[in-house]
Structure formats: structure tokens, C-alpha cells
């Protein structure tokens, strides 16, 4: 049981990688195309990759509560956990970003870029700031801003499934489900810039102290 929290953040970095390559399958067209020539029903491949993709990025989410939770609760935390966690993380959102971007999603592409920047530029602080002594505490509205980024992304990535569903077509309420999940999207950037600036900050005060 000790190394089950650390099994799960494996199993995220794993789930990333199905997850980016089920979305590269549904944008591509010769995968598809050689698909339908061994014999396959492109509906239900395209619907199979979709699903994939969907579902495997909602259980690798899941597993960013438990593993820590888990970790706690078993008193099992570990240096080694506590590396990989926030690695798992980072890849996630990136692999979900450069994998709807690679579907046509502009706005996952624009805001997700700010959402990336602010993830690399964070790091290389913490990297700066590492061989002088000084550490940067994770706040508490960074550890929210994780799981809003996850659920804004997941939103991203049901929308467009919209049919897979079996939903209504409607394209007024297909419209305004896209710009909910756009709204989610931009105030996700825009916490996670929050937090990149604060984090600047406390940067500046720590190298000035």
C-alpha cells in the first residue's frame, strides 16, 4: 500500500500519453483512412478515439487527488512523490493543450500557451532559486488553480464531442456550451497568471532578502 500514491502518479504520466495519442488519431486522417482499410467503421473509430481520449484525461485528473490524499493519509509521502506529482501534473496540462490544439481548438491553443508559460517560467524560478537555499511555498490558490486548469480543459475536450454524446443538435446550445467552457478556459489562464505573478514576487523579495 506505501507505494500505491506513487502507482497512481505513474498511471497519470501514462494515461497522458494515451490521451495525446488517441487526440492525434482523431486529427489524423491517414490514421483513420488505414484504419477504414483494415476493415473499420470510421464512426466508430473516430468514436473510440474520442472516448479514449475523454476518459483517460478525467481518471488521470482523478488520480491528482488521491495519490496526494492517499500519500497523507497513509503517511506514506515520499521525495520521490513529491518530484513526480508535480511533473505528472505540468504533463498532463500540456499534453491535453498541445493535443486539443492539434484538434483546431484556437482558444485551447492561445490560453493554454499562457497556461504553459506560466507553468515553465515557475519552474525555472523554483530552479533559480534552488542552489541559493530559497524555496517557493505552493500556495493555496496554486493548488486550486491545478484543478481548475484540469476541469477547464476537460470541458474543452467534451464540447466538441458533442455529437459522441448523443446530445441534442442544437447549434445555439452546442454555441453556448463552447463559450461556457471558453469562459472556464480564459479564468483558468487567467488564475494560473495570478499565481505566476505572485510567485514572481515572492521570487524578488526571497533574492532581495
Known amino acids: 500500500m506505501k507505494h500505491l500514491p506513487n502507482v497512481l502518479t505513474g498511471l497519470r504520466l501514462v494515461l497522458t500519453l494515451v490521451v495525446f495519442l488517441a487526440m492525434l488519431g482523431l486529427a489524423s486522417q491517414p490514421f483513420v483512412m488505414w484504419a477504414v482499410a483494415k476493415g473499420a467503421d470510421p464512426k466508430a473509430v473516430a468514436t473510440a478515439l474520442y472516448f479514449t481520449a475523454f476518459w483517460g484525461f478525467i481518471i488521470a485528473g482523478v488520480t ?17 512523490g513529491a518530484i513526480l506529482d508535480p511533473i505528472a501534473d505540468k504533463v498532463l496540462v500540456a499534453g491535453a493543450v498541445v493535443g486539443l490544439a492539434v484538434l483546431g481548438s484556437w482558444q485551447t491553443a492561445a490560453a493554454g500557451g499562457l497556461i504553459l508559460f506560466r507553468e515553465f517560467a515557475v519552474s525555472a524560478l523554483r530552479e533559480t532559486l534552488a542552489p541559493k537555499g530559497l524555496k517557493l511555498p505552493v500556495t493555496l490558490l496554486a493548488k486550486w488553480k491545478t484543478t481548475l486548469q484540469l476541469v477547464a480543459l476537460a470541458a474543452q475536450l467534451f464540447v466538441p464531442g458533442w455529437g459522441f454524446w448523443g446530445l441534442p443538435e442544437d447549434p445555439a446550445l452546442a454555441m453556448k456550451a463552447m463559450m461556457a467552457a471558453n469562459i472556464l478556459l480564459w479564468l483558468a489562464a487567467a488564475v494560473t497568471l495570478w499565481t505566476g505573478a505572485t510567485y514572481a514576487v515572492a521570487a524578488r523579495k526571497a533574492l532581495k532578502g
Open 64 to 80: 491528482d487527488f488521491f495519490d496526494g490524499w492517499l500519500a497523507r493519509k497513509l503517511k506514506v509521502e515520499s521525495t520521490l
